[in-house]
């Protein structure tokens, strides 16, 4: 059986956002990040290891109090790709599969992380990636297979993640999103639409 783990990247500076930390904005009384967290946790996959870099110390106290390993990235104003890399590195060595989750995204739920889990096990660990759509475009959070890309990350550099290696794969497995898997929050405007 596969072992699936959870990487939660909580590294940005979220500049679009202004000159508050964006991860650090409340819905709904918690922070952004810790919504996406706590929909980790209460998923299947184990463990789930977030990875910090800008604001670091506030949004591991965001994080404070839930089983989640913490990992600081020094190289985060370097881009994305340094972050993906932390997170992997630290995963246990028998992980096969890892679902990547961004910390502002506050609206993926349990279920499509478990599901993406699923229909990586169901398919055998043959995709890439497994992957959601929802009207008619990929979104997030995304199942990467590190058998089969593992050496792709880590060769990635820059302000670039996953969705560049999956550009063009006949072997990426996409199954059906929702509406969580399409909302990012990347300004306070965006992030007011969703309040009550």
Do not use: W, Y
């Amino acid at each position: 059986m596969p072992r699936v783990a959870s990487l939660l990247l909580a590294a940005g500076r979220g500049t679009r956002f202004g000159a508050s930390p964006k991860l650090l904005a409340l819905l709904d009384g918690r922070p952004l990040v810790r919504h996406a967290a706590e929909a980790a946790l209460a998923a299947s996959p184990r463990p789930v290891v977030a990875v910090l870099g800008a604001h670091a110390d506030d949004v591991a106290s965001a994080l404070d109090g839930l089983d989640v390993t913490l990992v600081r990235n020094p190289a985060f104003a370097e881009g994305l790709s340094t972050t993906l890399r932390a997170g992997i590195a630290a995963l246990p060595p028998d992980c096969t599969a890892v679902t990547v989750l961004l910390g502002d995204m506050p609206r993926v739920t349990p279920q499509m992380i478990d599901s993406l889990a699923r229909a990586f096990i169901a398919d055998g660990g043959r995709a890439s990636a497994v992957v959601p759509v929802h009207g008619g475009r990929r979104g997030n959070p995304v199942q990467l297979n590190l058998t089969i890309l593992g050496r792709d990350i880590a060769a990635l550099t820059g302000d670039r993640g996953a969705g560049l290696l999956l550009a063009g794969r006949t072997d990426v497995l996409e199954i059906a999103g929702d509406p969580g898997t399409a909302l990012d929050i990347d300004t306070p405007d965006a992030l007011a639409a969703l309040s009550p």
